[in-house]
């Protein structure tokens, strides 16, 4: 700080160069761990769920993520019923709703009840009461009986315990002509290698073949993410 003279712990000004340099450092080093902890702490009173919705969909998501073209691609159609399992703060959401429109539903499902209050906030604010939020069990989505056209999953295939028997037991929601779209980190960037948040692509594709379904459409637009969609074998 200008005009302002640093000193050590005893309140004696260092006489040395290299002291000077050494002290400035640290109180550099302590001002930004003191900033990251008062963030830290107004983020977690104002909710810990913020932070996670932060983490899950950073400042520059819509660059990588593409989201519009996604849905495009989908070809979702007005008056459709879809299931956005592990829904999250409901990025993915919000797009699902607007292409169904007013006659169709989205059920954002999520084992997290945070979430969906987050969810349901989010949605009331930019106006779509047509996203309907579920807490879901972390073996079943807990879907509705009368079924869905589409089961779309967002980054959240790696968290399943066992894909296989999940989408088995999800055929009977999804019906004879229902698909289900799979996007999910592809272990490109380190980080998610690190923290073990994402799945392999050929697994995933064995994996849902073993369920029941097959492949049927694959594109290559999403960075760091495959993003396939199925079928249920032999409709
Ligand atoms: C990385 S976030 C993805 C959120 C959102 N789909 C997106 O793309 O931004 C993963 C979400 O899946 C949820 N989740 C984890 N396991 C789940 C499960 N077995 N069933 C439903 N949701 C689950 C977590 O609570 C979290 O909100």
């Known amino acids: 700080m200008k005009g302002h003279r640093q000193t050590d712990l005893c309140g004696r000004v260092p006489a040395l ?3 000077r340099f050494l002290l400035n450092r640290i109180h550099k080093r302590a001002r930004g761990l003191f900033t990251a902890a008062a963030l830290s702490l107004l983020l977690c009173t104002t909710g810990c769920t913020s932070l996670k919705v932060l983490s899950y969909e950073g400042p520059g998501r819509d660059r990588w993520q593409q989201p519009e073209e996604v ?25 699902l709703a607007e292409a169904v ?21 989010r949605a009331r604010r930019a106006g779509h009461d047509n996203i309907k939020t579920i807490l879901a069990d972390p073996d079943d989505p807990n879907l509705p009986e009368t079924g869905v056209d589409l089961i779309f999953m967002s980054n959240t295939y790696h968290y399943l315990d066992d894909p296989t028997a999940y989408f088995s037991d999800l055929q009977r929601t999804l019906g004879p002509s ?58």
């Open 17 to 19: 160069p290299e002291e």
């Open 71 to 95: 849905i495009r691609v989908l070809d979702i159609q007005p008056g459709d019923v879809v299931a956005d399992i592990g829904s999250g703060g409901g990025y993915f959401s919000l797009h």
């Open 101 to 121: 429109g007013p006659e169709g539903t989205v059920y954002a499902a999520d084992i997290d009840p945070a979430m969906n209050r987050y969810l349901e906030r």
């Open 178 to 235: 229902g698909r289900l779209a799979i996007i999910d980190f592809d272990g490109t960037k380190w980080r998610h290698r690190v923290t073990g948040h994402f799945s392999r692509r050929d697994e995933v594709l064995k994996e849902l073949q073993t369920a029941g379904y097959e492949l049927v459409e694959e594109f290559h637009f999403t960075d760091r993410q495959y993003f396939l969609v199925f079928s249920q074998s032999g409709s």
